[in-house]
T-cell receptor, first 113, second 112 residues
Framework: QEKVQQSPESLIVPEGAMVSLNCSFS?????SIWWYQQHPGKGPKALI?????GNKKEGRLTVYLNRASLHVSLHIKDSQPSDSAVYLC?????????????FGHGTILRVHP | EAAVTQSPRNKVAVTGGKVTLSCNQT?????MYWYRQDTGHGLRLIHY?????STEKGDIPDGYKASRPSQENFSLILELATPSQTSVYFC????WGEGTQYFGPGTRLLVL
């Protein structure tokens, strides 16, 4: 079964800082990797996904995928207090396109003004 | 944006009682999912469905049943609730090609 590990467990940064979140996964044949954001008392919301090796940029978000090292990272530029949330890494399972995701435990991010 | 609603939002149940959690999506997605979220375990998949009439076991199905009577509705059933099933439950919907899952707001269940 796919295992997804995230680090750090929590992170506190000042407003405007660059934030870097890490995720490692166990199955090299995993398909796509997603990052979700979850605010307290809410359901997770998809932020960005990546399938191919390399990087992908959307607004203040950049994600890097290295399949050889089974590692993906999310970088948030110019962080804002509204970015304070739990960030979940999710990996789609191999085989048929079941749409199933395996989630990591998350990184708690707090951006202070 | 995709809309997924859950009811009830909060539920207190007694041990041994039957609990039904409901989920509705208005996006015409084929796939629907039930997760539970607990501190130290993250989000874990309980059951999922590919369409009306289908249900599949996820990673932690024991003690739970699921029902998908229509494209829009997906229920999670706890026939004999236990305190270990105290958790926050999330429903999600998604489709084959896109892969993104859209989550509801969650149901907080307390089993006494």
């Amino acid at each position: 079964q796919e295992k997804v590990q995230q680090s750090p467990e929590s992170l506190i940064v000042p407003e405007g800082a660059m934030v870097s979140l890490n995720c490692s996964f166990s199955d090299s044949a995993s398909q796509s990797i997603w990052w979700y954001q979850q605010h307290p008392g809410k359901g997770p919301k998809a932020l960005i996904s990546i399938f191919s090796n390399g990087n992908k940029k959307e607004g203040r978000l950049t994600v890097y995928l290295n399949r050889a090292s089974l590692h993906v990272s999310l970088h948030i530029k110019d962080s804002q207090p509204s970015d304070s949330a739990v960030y979940l890494c999710a990996v789609s399972n191999t085989g048929a396109n079941t749409g199933k995701l395996t989630f990591g435990h998350g990184t708690i991010l707090r951006v202070h003004p | 944006e995709a809309a997924v609603t859950q009811s009830p939002r909060n539920k207190v149940a007694v041990t041994g009682g039957k609990v039904t959690l409901s989920c509705n999506q208005t996006n015409n997605h084929n796939n629907m999912y039930w997760y539970r979220q607990d501190t130290g375990h993250g989000l874990r998949l309980i059951h999922y469905s590919y369409g009306a009439g289908s249900t599949e076991k996820g990673d932690i199905p024991d003690g739970y049943k699921a029902s998908r009577p229509s494209q829009e509705n997906f229920s999670l059933i706890l026939e004999l609730a236990t305190p270990s099933q105290t958790s926050v439950y999330f429903c999600a919907s998604g489709d084959w090609g896109e892969g993104t899952q859209y989550f509801g707001p969650g149901t907080r269940l307390l089993v006494l």
